[in-house]
């Protein structure tokens, strides 16, 4: 069988995320429409049987992008190292944005691969296939890559032509995870990223950018089937607390009810969620909230 790490890397919101939850079948990374999404590398392991025996650990690395805070420069550092130590790099790139100097310095980034390079050609169903011809012999003409797929990662056209590519560029190899392992994030980061995911879609203007999530307390009641779970949704200026509580706390309480939803099918039990909301000024500077809320200093492992 085949076995390897592929790091999937590129520009913000180029739909990594979404990629990595179409192929292992289940909602790992948090998914919005606000660029700089994810924050932390994320592992998901697949298994693949029959002709195409593998074990894939799929890496989601943040967007690569200009760091103006310390978070951003965490983010930033692990999306690059990660094109070192890995067996693929999966670039994936928006096919409805334009080339600009985010594709150059990205594609300069890849310089120091040492693994092969496929392009991904994501999102595919938002665009005439007649676009996607210039795009192909742009990128070709900056560099080799191993492969160029085109897929819809949300609709999952071409994903499984992008998984045959990838294993074919894999080292044979004995499995390096239990057939049962799926993600190496820890529970506490799952359940802060479900409910940041809902601020991001009910959010707008400048809040993404400078919230974050952390779990306080997360008590598993095994024996009554109940999960309680008490965050604080961190924001950074005083102004910007009742935005996100909302009128009379309406908005506050729909974050969490369709948070606690998410949470109740991932962790398969019933979940007690209690959210606050507090103002932590120097948050995406302080590195000991940057630990807490999983953006790591470097990759692990």
């Known amino acids: 069988m085949r076995v390897g ?30 660029p700089q999404t994810t924050r932390n590398r994320i592992i998901a392991v697949r298994n693949y049987t029959g002709d ?6 799929f890496v989601d690395t943040p967007g690569i992008h200009r760091p103006l805070h310390r978070m951003n420069v965490r983010m930033v550092g692990i999306a690059l190292e990660s094109i070192g130590n890995v067996d693929v790099v999966g670039l994936v790139r928006d096919v409805t ?9 990205v594609l300069r980034s890849l310089e120091e691969a040492r693994a092969p390079v ?20 742009w990128y070709r003409q900056q560099r080799e890559f191993a492969a160029i797929v085109p897929i819809s990662a949300q609709t999952g056209d071409g994903v499984e032509i992008l998984e045959r590519e990838i294993i074919g560029q894999l080292p044979e190899g004995e499995s390096l995870y239990p057939d049962d392992f799926l993600t190496d994030q820890p529970e506490r980061v799952l359940a802060a990223e ?4 809902k601020v ?20 598993d009641e095994t024996q009554s089937g109940l999960l309680r779970l008490y965050c604080s949704i961190l924001v950074e200026r005083s102004s910007q607390k009742p935005i996100v509580i909302g ?14 939803e998410d949470l109740e099918r ?9 959210l606050h909301v507090k103002v932590r000024a120097d948050w995406r500077e302080n590195d000991r909230i940057l630990n807490q809320v999983g953006v790591a200093t470097k990759t692990r492992g």
Request: proline share 3%; glycine share 8%; no cysteine.
């Open 5 to 34: 790490f592929v790091s999937l890397v590129g520009r913000p919101n180029a739909g990594k995320s979404t990629l990595v939850n179409q192929v292992v079948g289940t909602k790992l990374a948090i998914v919005s429409d606000k």
């Open 52 to 57: 195409h025996a593998a074990q894939v650990i």
């Open 97 to 105: 944005d334009s080339v600009g100097a985010g594709d150059r310095f």
């Open 118 to 137: 496929i392009l991904v050609l994501n999102k595919i169903d938002r665009i005439a296939k007649s676009r996607l011809l210039p795009l192909i012999d």
């Open 194 to 197: 479900m409910v940041r995911e």
């Open 200 to 219: 991001l879609r009910h959010t707008r203007s400048e809040l993404p950018f400078t919230t974050a999530v952390v779990v306080d307390r997360f008590d």
């Open 247 to 260: 009128q009379g706390g309406a908005l506050l309480k729909q974050i969490g009810t369709e948070a606690r």
């Open 266 to 274: 991932f962790f398969g039990t019933r979940v007690f969620l209690d």
